[in-house]
């Protein structure tokens, strides 16, 4: 059984900096994509950021020039650098990551930021 450990959330002042880690843990296969999402209270679920196997990244459009999604593959761990906190940053972010052949998609349990002076 897989699962994804992310940490890393907490309290932070608006224009300071967090920095989110994520990796899997148990039995698993390839890990192909890895990204984080992040849902505000009444919001949807929405991507932040992902990036493949192979280092190509994305970005919401909201986090572009601030955050930076990176990976060790190494490690099997993915991050998020978060710089220059707003308000509006304030969310659970959530790890995915697809595994194995059928490049099945798996969720961490979420780690909370909050970003309030």
């Known amino acids: 059984q897989v699962q994804l450990v992310d940490s890393g959330g907490g309290l932070v002042q608006p224009g300071g900096s967090l920095r989110l880690s994520c990796a899997p843990s148990?039995?698993?296969?390839?890990?192909?994509?890895m990204g984080w999402y992040r849902q505000a209270p009444g919001k949807q679920r929405d991507l932040v950021a992902v990036i493949t196997s192979g280092y190509m990244t994305n970005y919401a459009d909201s986090v572009k020039d601030r955050f930076t999604i990176s990976r060790d593959n190494a490690k099997n761990t993915v991050y998020l650098q978060m710089n220059s906190l707003k308000p509006e940053d304030m969310a659970v972010y959530y790890c995915?990551?697809?595994?194995?052949?059928?490049?099945?998609?798996?969720w961490g349990q979420g780690t909370q930021v909050t970003v309030s002076s």
């Open positions: 995915n990551a697809r595994i194995g052949p059928l490049r099945t998609s798996y």
């Open positions: 148990g039995s698993y296969g390839t890990i192909h994509a």
